[in-house]
């Protein structure tokens, strides 16, 4: 973890302005990435699946999947 430190205070004292940050590809973005990916994936798990099921299995809820009863629904939607 001190590496990742370094490694983003190294590159915000390097770059001539925080436009250059953002639009450039830190090397630590591709460090951070793949250190914090797998423990997202188990909190964000964690933390929707309780509400998933619940809608889910919400006896008044219609998860429509057909496109063309989805477009006709979207249109009744957007009418004034």
């Not at 001190?2 to 630590?28: C, N, R, T, W």
């Not at 591709?30 to 309780?50: K, M, N, S």
């Amino acid at each position: 973890m001190v590496f990742l430190q370094l490694a983003i205070k190294e590159e915000v004292l390097k770059a001539p302005s925080i436009d250059a940050i953002v639009s450039g590809h830190p090397m630590y973005i591709h460090i951070a990435v793949h250190y914090v990916r797998p423990r997202q994936v188990t909190y964000v798990r964690d933390a929707l699946q309780g509400i998933i099921h619940e809608l889910i299995d919400a006896d008044d809820l219609d998860l429509e999947a057909d496109p063309s009863l989805v477009g006709c629904h979207y249109s009744l939607l957007q009418a004034p």
